[in-house]
């Protein structure tokens, strides 16, 4: 089959509308909820902890702040879209156009990794121009952000598809993705953790998309770059496997 371009472009251009369209809430208000989190905790800390050689404690947050905000609402944007459309019954529409499961696929991640960058950008914008933060390796920034990204977004598919209502999928972040997130050395590194608290953040994939994105703009890190790459891209093509499976069965999409 050919790639249908056109239809893919369409569901990709309707799924970025559907989230500007209420930009207040989908961009404004997470970048002014990452600010807070910067001023009680980057004000309140600042002056009694040094994280990495060199730093304020809020100039090594806002990195950690930026990804947050990236994987919430990369994770946020697919996970409510499809089960919105599901419980509206509008998703069967979509299934019935003639765009392939890996063209819907590329359309939905490819909106939430815009909604995810754009709310990066703005919490990074505050912080390159307050609080003196300079990105010495912009290339690996902007590649930990775009794959982080989609990997929330296809995370937020793969939940969307298996939730049947709101609140399974309010289970899905609050017990899983929040954890995780909040967990995975955006407000610490994890060398001032106790042994064994050290291993198990290892075995968080959402610390090696914090830590690869951090070093972007200090060249430090918790662990080399090579290794957080390489578990990054693992993940992406793990859960993209995964979503693939699940659109071309039809996993409680053809019910």
């Known amino acids: 089959m050919n790639f249908n371009l056109v239809g893919c472009w369409a569901l990709f251009a309707k799924e970025v509308r559907r989230f500007y369209s209420v930009a207040i809430q989908t961009i404004f208000a997470p970048v ?5 989190y910067l001023l009680i905790f980057g004000q309140v800390i600042d002056t009694q902890i040094e994280v990495f050689s060199g730093l304020t404690y809020s100039q090594f947050l806002i990195p950690g702040l930026v990804m947050m905000t990236v994987l919430q609402n990369a994770f946020s944007n697919t996970s409510s879209s499809i089960i919105q459309s599901k419980m509206h019954g509008n998703l069967t529409f979509v299934m019935l ?3 392939s499961p890996l063209e819907l696929y590329l359309a939905f991640v490819g909106a939430s990794v815009i909604r995810g960058l754009a709310v990066g950008v703005g919490v990074l914008l505050v912080g ?3 609080f003196d933060l300079t990105m010495n390796h912009p290339g690996w920034i902007l590649l930990f952000a775009v794959l982080s990204a989609a990997i929330m977004g296809s995370v937020g598919l793969t939940a969307g598809l298996l939730s049947d209502k ?6 899905f972040q609050n017990f899983i993705i ?3 997130t909040f967990l995975s050395g955006v407000f610490y590194s994890i060398h001032a953790l106790p042994g064994i608290w050290q291993h198990i953040s290892h075995l968080n994939p959402f610390f090696y998309m914090v830590d690869g994105f951090r070093y972007g703009f200090f060249t430090q890190s918790d662990v080399s770059i090579a290794l957080s790459l390489t578990i990054t891209i693992v993940f992406f093509l793990v ?7 699940l659109l071309f069965k039809g996993v409680k999409i053809r019910d």
Do not use: E, K, R, Y
């Open 32 to 36: 002014v909820s990452s600010l807070l």
């Open 239 to 245: 859960i993209t496997a995964i979503n693939l499976i």
């Open 128 to 130: 390159m121009f307050g």
């Open 178 to 180: 929040v954890p995780l």
């Open 97 to 99: 156009s003639p765009i």
């Open 166 to 171: 709101f609140d399974q999928l309010a289970a």
